[in-house]
């Protein structure tokens, strides 16, 4: 009997489980950075802290995934725990954060879009959990993975100080016209970014996981030319590229839709059945059958030891 009960005992990867529970320490500590921030210049400083956390985090989710399937130690316990910690990295302290900035709109309307964020982060993940049962596409994702949604937020705060270094007396006047431009672009088009990427997250576009396709199987020119769009524009912009590089990423799936729909009702082309993620219904509709729509697997490292980044 002490046998029989000895081998019902589950036993839990100690590594990848540490890994994500690193994700999670990451995302409270985010949260904590972040109420730190005010107006003082000294506090100003915890809002580029947060911001560079949730990108360790993203690191942290990563690697759970990777090294739980390098050590065979994939489990639903690891995917589970995935889940929570990536509400709090990817949900709860991207919206904390993005309430911390300079603000120009109603309180209570930017509480309301911070809570419509974590909202649709949490359902993204829920949708994941259940959507990654069946065997999927491992190139792409169903609607807009919430490490990206929280990295478009993150970015921003970790380029804040290069920003307000544009403002600096000893610039020209017109690198501090165009600082202070920058700076008031932020704090009114921050919320909307918020908004739309909340919104993404929870509809039914394919976006591509990049790790996978940078790191696995062939390449063909139009990864290379990314490449160097993504290093010429760090080399340029440092830390202002950051920004730069996950807006594009957060609006070139849609545009491409956008553009073959057009293109297909131009040339009389009726929907694509083979391609449902493609559909722009949101929540739980129109799940697509396995091996045709491209949602995160159970081999990518967001959603668990066993999976990706949803």
């Not at 165009?178 to 088009?189: E, I, N, Q, R, S």
């Not at 918020?194 to 394919?206: F, H, W």
Request: aromatic share 10%.
């Amino acid at each position: 009997m002490r046998l029989r009960r000895r081998r019902r005992e589950k036993v839990f990867p100690v590594l990848p489980t540490l890994l994500t529970l690193g994700n999670a320490a990451c995302g409270f500590g985010s949260i904590t950075f972040a109420m730190k921030t005010g107006p003082a210049p000294g506090e100003q400083n915890a809002l580029f802290t947060a911001g560079l956390l949730i990108f360790v985090a993203m690191v942290f989710d990563m690697l759970d995934g990777y090294v739980a399937r390098w050590a065979r130690q994939t489990t639903e316990f690891g995917a589970q725990l995935d889940s929570l910690c990536d509400v709090v990295s990817f949900g709860v302290a991207p919206a904390l954060l993005m309430l911390k900035f300079p603000q120009v709109y109603h309180p209570r309307l930017l509480w309301v879009i911070a809570v419509l964020y974590m909202v649709c982060a949490v359902l993204r993940l829920a949708r994941f959990n259940l959507e990654t049962g069946e065997e999927h596409s491992h190139g792409f994702f169903t609607g807009l993975p919430s490490p990206g949604a929280a990295g478009a937020i993150a970015s921003v705060a970790v380029a804040m100080p290069g920003l307000q270094d544009l403002l600096d007396p000893s610039t020209t006047e017109t690198t501090q016209w165009a600082g202070a431009w920058l700076l008031a672009a932020v704090a009114k088009g921050l919320p909307v970014l918020v908004l739309v990427v909340a919104c993404l997250m929870v509809s039914r576009i394919r976006y591509p996981h990049v790790t996978r396709q940078l790191f696995r199987g062939r390449r063909n020119f139009r990864h290379l030319l990314q490449l160097i769009f993504a290093g010429t524009a760090i080399v340029l912009l440092h830390e202002l590229a950051i920004p730069v590089l996950f807006c594009l990423y957060v609006a070139a799936s849609p545009v491409r839709t956008l553009w073959t729909r057009f293109a297909a009702h131009r040339l009389g082309i009726g929907p694509q059945p083979s391609v449902p993620a493609q559909a722009g219904g949101f929540l739980g509709s129109n799940p697509a059958p396995a091996g045709t729509n491209g949602d995160t697997d159970t081999q990518t490292p967001e959603e668990g030891s066993s999976r990706t980044s949803c």
